[in-house]
């Protein structure tokens, strides 16, 4: 007699506790994988996207450098060149001058500088022909003026006062800083 091989279908039915569980286990560290992998290249594309809009906002700024200033911006870059020029002239020195030649028979009405042309031109009344001449003279030997001479000079009635009217005009010496 043949010898009767019994399948025990019991057997078969019970779960395999050491095959099933290193399959579980294999199954969870691919999906583990995959999910590093996945958050890795999530935040590689983040990163790119950043970096692709910080150039973007440069290129518009070196556009934004490039393009050609607004009337506007010239005018005011032309203001405070002028501005600067202004504070960078020696005007302390040139006030110094005139105020070391003045007399107490003169009363200047009008300075007038002109930096460009590197000039002075001061109006103003004497009491006497006499007293402007003298005054002329001391602006003359003052070593912040080239040139120092008299334009014109009138006489003036204010009811029984006379006085001389005067312009001076000066030449400021090229010694003086921010001048032309």
């Given at each position: 007699m043949a010898a009767v091989h019994m399948i025990d279908h019991a057997s078969m039915l019970?779960?395999?506790?050491?095959?099933?569980?290193?399959g579980y286990l294999i199954a969870l560290s691919i999906a583990l994988a995959a999910?590093?992998?996945?958050?890795?290249?999530?935040s590689a594309h983040r990163d790119a996207e950043a970096i692709s809009v910080k150039n973007e906002q440069l290129r518009?700024?070196?556009?934004?450098?490039?393009?050609?200033?607004?009337r506007e911006d010239q005018e005011f870059r032309r203001q405070w060149g002028l501005l600067q020029q202004d504070r960078a002239y020696p005007w302390e020195k040139v006030f110094?001058?005139?105020?070391?030649?003045s007399d107490p028979e003169i009363e200047l009405l009008e300075f007038r500088p002109d930096r460009r042309q590197g000039t002075l031109v001061l109006k103003g009344?004497?009491?006497?022909?006499?007293?402007?001449?003298?005054?002329l003279e001391r602006l003359q030997e003052d070593a912040t003026f080239t040139r120092?001479?008299?334009?014109?000079?009138?006489?003036?009635?204010?009811?029984?006062?006379?006085?001389?009217?005067?312009?001076?005009?000066?030449?400021?010496?090229?010694?003086?800083?921010?001048m032309h």
């Amino acid at each position: 007699m043949a010898a009767v091989h019994m399948i025990d279908h019991a057997s078969m039915l019970r779960p395999r506790a050491r095959g099933r569980f290193q399959g579980y286990l294999i199954a969870l560290s691919i999906a583990l994988a995959a999910a590093a992998v996945g958050r890795a290249a999530y935040s590689a594309h983040r990163d790119a996207e950043a970096i692709s809009v910080k150039n973007e906002q440069l290129r518009a700024q070196q556009a934004a450098m490039r393009r050609e200033p607004s009337r506007e911006d010239q005018e005011f870059r032309r203001q405070w060149g002028l501005l600067q020029q202004d504070r960078a002239y020696p005007w302390e020195k040139v006030f110094r001058a005139v105020e070391r030649a003045s007399d107490p028979e003169i009363e200047l009405l009008e300075f007038r500088p002109d930096r460009r042309q590197g000039t002075l031109v001061l109006k103003g009344e004497g009491r006497s022909g006499e007293s402007v001449m003298r005054y002329l003279e001391r602006l003359q030997e003052d070593a912040t003026f080239t040139r120092a001479f008299l334009i014109h000079t009138a006489s003036v009635e204010r009811g029984r006062l006379v006085t001389r009217d005067f312009e001076v005009h000066l030449s400021l010496s090229p010694q003086l800083s921010g001048m032309h």
